[in-house]
């Protein structure tokens, strides 16, 4: 730092401003006054001034249904400092409940997790992450690198006849049109007895397409 005398009893060295990196075998020399010199090797040491990142992951693929339970996963670029522990937050858009930020639970020192309730409600759930810090106590970055959002959906598919059967038919493969806001798998309920022997194969609701039509 410029000072390049030492007193008699404890002297405090301050650096320069170290660039980020691993730093070994740095010593200091003091000379008296009759050139007789003395050094210290200081012990080695890392500056780190970069904040940790995390990316996220989910045990099971959404959208997810209340009653549904989800390990959510942080794994750390680096290894994490045993306190303060890295905190959850989840804020749910549309109806979706959002969660206060919640401590994670350490698997290793790169990663935590957290298991997720899904509460009820349908949106967009976005994950942020606090407190944590790594081992030269730089905080998390709040935003994680990849995986911050899920969707969660508990509204039922609103369903529109569109063309129905005619009451009275010869047609004995009748032909039945109805539109669909979401994609889903076609299931057919027999209330008649007759119905019951209706050989009718599911098929899968495109998504976006207005009209449907099954066949019985």
Same mark, same amino acid.
Request: glycine share 8%; hydrophobic share 30%.
């Given at each position: ?8 009893? +404890?002297? %405090?060295?301050?650096?320069? /401003? *170290?660039?980020?990196?691993? &730093? =070994?075998?740095?010593?200091? #020399?003091? @000379? ?70 919640? +401590?994670? %639970?350490?698997?290793?020192? /790169? *990663?935590?997790?957290?298991? &997720? =309730?899904?509460?009820?409600? #349908?949106? @967009? ?72 022997? %209706?050989?009718?194969?599911? /098929? ?13």
């Amino acid at each position: 730092n410029g000072n390049n005398t030492v007193s008699v009893g +404890n002297n %405090t060295m301050t650096f320069n /401003t *170290l660039l980020e990196g691993f &730093y =070994s075998g740095e010593t200091i #020399t003091v @000379t008296d006054a009759y050139s007789n010199a003395s050094s210290l090797t200081i012990p080695d040491f890392t500056i780190d001034t970069t904040a940790p990142t995390a990316a996220i992951t989910y045990d099971s693929t959404g959208p997810y249904k209340n009653g549904d339970t989800v390990t959510i996963t942080a794994t750390f670029n680096e290894a994490m400092a045993d306190s303060s522990v890295p905190r959850i937050a989840i804020n749910g858009s549309g109806t979706l409940l959002s969660l206060g930020a919640t +401590n994670m %639970t350490k698997s290793s020192d /790169t *990663l935590y997790t957290y298991s &997720y =309730s899904v509460p009820i409600g #349908t949106g @967009t759930g976005t994950i942020s992450l606090s407190t944590g810090t790594d081992l030269a106590g730089n905080v998390i970055i709040s935003t994680p690198t990849s995986g911050a959002t899920f969707n969660v959906d508990n509204t039922a598919p609103v369903l529109l006849e569109i063309v129905p059967i005619p009451e009275r038919t010869k047609v004995n493969t009748p032909t039945y049109v109805f539109q669909s806001d979401e994609a889903g798998q076609i299931t057919v309920g027999h209330a008649s007895a007759n119905a019951l022997n %209706t050989g009718f194969t599911p /098929t899968v609701v495109t998504e976006g397409q207005e009209n449907q039509n099954i066949s019985l």
